[in-house]
């Protein structure tokens, strides 16, 4: 925790005296190394059959991972052991509280990965707190749509003094995998992913939308929601629980919007939508119990063919420590409309402190043509820590 402390006041240091930002040029295509691979998930298969080569094949990974998280946790004291020993015995009986088909995928998970119930459990709950993440959907002059994201994860938790690298995002980036869910042999929808985790936090439905979710910090947040739920209220749904049923069985952009907006979750969220028709994208600000604003990208009067949405509400100024907004809006302004696509988007992803320490991949949709790409991300030193 010290060393934390101590990253803090010297972040606080270096962002008084900060540079102009400068857009990056020409990172893509990045290095073929850093393509993210692809898995099948087989929607017509048994829900404790579907994550069976996902489970197998990064099982290991997982675990490395929840060890790391555990470390963490043993920073709290004498109060760790208890909230360990309730993962390892009692976390994995909240399963049977999950709606279908996530208890049963999650209990093939556990069964093919080797790893305890109450770990997977766990592994699924703890994205709806730590994820900090820069979101675009972009327009270009003939209405194709591009749908980008940074994924940030891991914010205080463990930061490496000798390496300067948050230990939970190291472990993070060897579980980040593509992912094509299939019904009948055909894709229903694409998502990039943290094996092990069962809900989406990225996805593109081809030719109908395209989602990412941007963690949203309220004191009314995912803790308040996570504890009605180990007190028996059932009545708000998990975060990315809800956006895998989204991806899975909505039929349309409107469809999709009027789901995110309205259903009662857990934690708050930015849900960051994109379709196919002009002007079809939309920044959702949600509390846990409803839409607080939905902002469309046709009524933006000093750019209206882009959304980007950090970790913060749009009307108010986002923190001066966390400040992703302000670089990645001049560098889009600085790129225009008429270079939309993967590569000048990218730039625009590639660019500090848009990406961070903390950022484990970024991702690439095109929703009219069902092109989707992602990438782990490195950020070289000097770079921000956030």
């Given at each position: 925790?010290?060393?934390?402390?101590?990253?803090?006041?010297?972040?606080?240091?270096?962002?008084?005296?900060?540079?102009?930002?400068?857009?990056?040029?020409?990172?893509?295509?990045?290095?073929?190394?850093?393509?993210?691979?692809?898995?099948?998930?087989?929607?017509?298969?048994?829900?404790?059959?579907?994550?069976?080569?996902?489970?197998?094949?990064?099982?290991?990974?997982?675990?490395?991972?929840?060890?790391?998280?555990?470390?963490?946790?043993?920073?709290?004291?004498?109060?760790?052991?208890?909230?360990?020993?309730?993962?390892?015995?009692?976390?994995?009986?909240?399963?049977?509280?999950?709606?279908?088909?996530?208890?049963?995928?999650?209990?093939?998970?556990?069964?093919?990965?080797?790893?305890?119930?109450?770990?997977?459990?766990?592994?699924?709950?703890?994205?709806?707190?730590?994820?900090?993440?820069?979101?675009?959907?972009?327009?270009?002059?003939?209405?194709?749509?591009?749908?980008?994201?940074?994924?940030?994860?891991?914010?205080?938790?463990?930061?490496?003094?000798?390496?300067?690298?948050?230990?939970?995002?190291?472990?993070?980036?060897?579980?980040?995998?593509?992912?094509?869910?299939?019904?009948?042999?055909?894709?229903?929808?694409?998502?990039?992913?943290?094996?092990?985790?069962?809900?989406?936090?990225?996805?593109?439905?081809?030719?109908?939308?395209?989602?990412?979710?941007?963690?949203?910090?309220?004191?009314?947040?995912?803790?308040?929601?996570?504890l009605k739920w180990l007190m028996g209220d059932r009545s708000e749904q998990w975060m990315g629980?809800?956006?895998?049923?989204?991806?899975?069985?909505?039929?349309?952009?409107?469809?999709?919007?009027?789901?995110?907006?309205?259903?009662?979750?857990?934690?708050?969220?930015?849900?960051?939508?994109?379709?196919?028709?002009?002007?079809?994208?939309?920044?959702?600000?949600?509390?846990?119990?409803?839409?607080?604003?939905?902002?469309?990208?046709?009524?933006?009067?000093?750019?209206?063919?882009?959304?980007?949405?950090?970790?913060?509400?749009?009307?108010?100024?986002?923190?001066?420590?966390?400040?992703?907004?302000?670089?990645?809006?001049?560098?889009?302004?600085?790129?225009?409309?008429?270079?939309?696509?993967?590569?000048?988007?990218?730039?625009?992803?590639?660019?500090?402190?848009?990406?961070?320490?903390?950022?484990?991949?970024?991702?690439?949709?095109?929703?009219?043509?069902?092109?989707?790409?992602?990438?782990?991300?490195?950020?070289?030193?000097?770079?921000?820590?956030?």
């Amino acid at each position: 925790m010290r060393e934390i402390v101590l990253l803090f006041l010297a972040f606080v240091a270096v962002t008084q005296a900060q540079s102009p930002v400068q857009c990056v040029k020409n990172a893509y295509p990045p290095d073929p190394k850093t393509k993210v691979p692809w898995f099948t998930i087989n929607l017509d298969l048994p829900p404790e059959e579907r994550w069976k080569e996902v489970a197998q094949n990064r099982g290991a990974q997982i675990r490395n991972l929840l060890n790391e998280f555990k470390k963490f946790v043993l920073d709290w004291g004498s109060f760790a052991d208890k909230i360990i020993a309730f993962v390892d015995s009692d976390l994995g009986s909240l399963d049977k509280t999950l709606p279908y088909p996530f208890a049963g995928e999650l209990q093939g998970m556990s069964k093919y990965s080797g790893l305890n119930l109450g770990e997977v459990v766990l592994f699924n709950i703890f994205y709806e707190f730590f994820t900090v993440c820069t979101s675009i959907v972009a327009e270009d002059p003939n209405g194709n749509f591009v749908h980008a994201r940074n994924l940030d994860f891991g914010l205080f938790i463990g930061w490496d003094v000798k390496n300067k690298t948050w230990q939970v995002t190291e472990a993070l980036r060897p579980l980040v995998i593509n992912l094509d869910f299939q019904r009948g042999g055909k894709t229903v929808f694409k998502s990039v992913n943290f094996a092990g985790y069962v809900g989406i936090l990225t996805g593109l439905r081809p030719s109908l939308f395209s989602l990412s979710m941007n963690e949203r910090f309220n004191l009314d947040g995912g803790y308040i929601g996570i504890l009605k739920w180990l007190m028996g209220d059932r009545s708000e749904q998990w975060m990315g629980f809800l956006t895998r049923s989204v991806m899975e069985n909505a039929t349309s952009y409107e469809d999709a919007k009027t789901q995110l907006a309205n259903t009662t979750m857990l934690a708050p969220a930015y849900f960051i939508l994109g379709g196919v028709q002009s002007a079809q994208a939309a920044i959702i600000t949600r509390a846990r119990e409803k839409a607080l604003d939905v902002w469309e990208m046709s009524t933006i009067t000093d750019h209206p063919w882009y959304v980007l949405q950090t970790n913060y509400d749009h009307w108010e100024k986002p923190l001066f420590l966390d400040d992703r907004r302000t670089p990645g809006n001049q560098c889009m302004k600085n790129m225009t409309r008429q270079s939309v696509g993967f590569p000048a988007i990218f730039d625009v992803l590639s660019t500090e402190p848009v990406l961070n320490k903390l950022t484990a991949y970024t991702a690439l949709m095109e929703v009219k043509t069902g092109k989707f790409e992602s990438y782990i991300r490195y950020c070289k030193d000097p770079c921000f820590p956030w």
